[in-house]
């Protein structure tokens, strides 16, 4: 079966970035087709059909400024295969990702001030009343019903506004930054949604280390920023997270007393129950609460050590299973251990999680539970984008039994 749409001419409407014209739907059921995809004009009308299992899969990741999105992206589209890379000939300054199955698009290309005009009204990029969230919704809508779309583009080097760039429907649309959660419209569109989640101490570290180190930021103006967008982070960002299907929490370590050196992290994955399509991960024994100290024979581990614990738990009124890690690996090919003490990774072969972590040994958080973590969504990802896809092309087969 192929879902089929005629588009008839109609007033162009080109603030929203794409041609919006009047449309209707029908099924066509066909006994073969060499393509998935096709389109015909027929006395001035386009019809354009699609097999609806090729729909775009749309995937949220929130978090504030320097809390680690960039990694995750990174190490999630590896997963699919193939490099995420910029748009081929296009604005050196975008923020936008390609690979072979996933387009990453930053969700500050929908300011709606510059740098400059966030300034004169005195608000930050975190207020909503600097971005747009009505272009943003009919957009990532347009993506996920196949619609090309020319999105806007922030640019972070300059502060300005640039002209759009054409975004082509993916497999997979990510849409990450500090808003993919806060409008019901856009948030309803998310087949899966994840929180970065960094406490305060941890952030400032974090944050210390990318702007003083790699944008030449001094330690009192890298104050000075946070302390002026908690509030709005408090209002408008850290709420989303009630909304996540999981959240990745970064807290200082239990295991050193008093520590304030932040580089041994505490990482809960907290994974929230009923989601569609997606199970909890778990350690050992599924809804058990479980403390385990893995550091022996096949672990190496040195000071402090590394504790795993596993738990169900509330969060925000949804039942969860929330997993654990304290500490770092200090050899991630030892990693296999745990990683076959973990049921529910979606792994496609024994140690794949394993080999993930050494692929991207280099990037931040790969000896402690943030790279482990994010690695393991990353699997759940896949293994929840192949049963949409399964899932859809079944539905037709079950309808025309019925």
Known sequence: ????????????????????????????????????????????????????????????????????????????????????????????????????MTTVICLDDYHSLDRTGRKEKGV??????????????????????????DKPIYNHVTGLLDPPELIKPPKILVIEGLHPMFDSRVRDLLDFSIYLDISNEVKFAWKIQRDMAERGHSLESIKASIEARKPDFDAYIDPQKQYADAVIEVLPTQLIPDDNEGKVLRVRLIMKEGVKLFNPVYLFDEGSTISWIPCGRKLTCSYPGIKFSYAPDTYFGHEVSVLE??????????????????????????????????????????????????????????????????????????????
């Open 124 to 149: 930050t990029a975190l207020d909503p009343r600097a971005n747009d969230f009505d272009l943003m919704y009919q957009q990532v809508k347009a993506i996920k019903d196949g619609v090309a779309v």
């Open 325 to 402: 890690m304290d500490g770092q690996f200090d050899r991630l090919d030892e990693l296999i251990y745990v990683e076959s003490h973990l049921s529910n990774i979606s792994t496609k072969f024994y140690g794949e999680v394993t080999q993930q972590m050494l692929k991207h040994a280099d990037f931040p958080g790969s000896n402690n539970g943030t790279g482990l973590f994010q690695t393991i969504i990353g699997l759940k990802i896949r293994d929840l984008y192949e049963q949409i896809v399964a899932s859809r092309a079944a539905a037709p087969l079950e309808a025309a039994k019925a």
């Open 1 to 100: 079966m192929a879902i089929c749409t005629v588009y008839t001419p109609h007033a162009l409407n080109t603030h929203l970035g794409f041609h919006q014209k009047q449309h209707h739907h029908f099924l066509f059921y066909t006994r073969k087709h060499n393509n998935n995809n096709s389109r015909r004009v027929v006395n001035n009308s386009e019809i354009s059909c699609s097999a609806d299992a090729d729909k775009t899969v749309v995937i949220g990741l929130a978090a504030d400024s320097g809390c680690g999105k960039s990694t995750f992206m990174r190490r999630l589209t590896s997963v699919f295969g193939g490099a995420a890379e910029p748009p081929k000939g296009g604005n050196p300054d975008s923020n936008t990702l390609i690979s072979d």
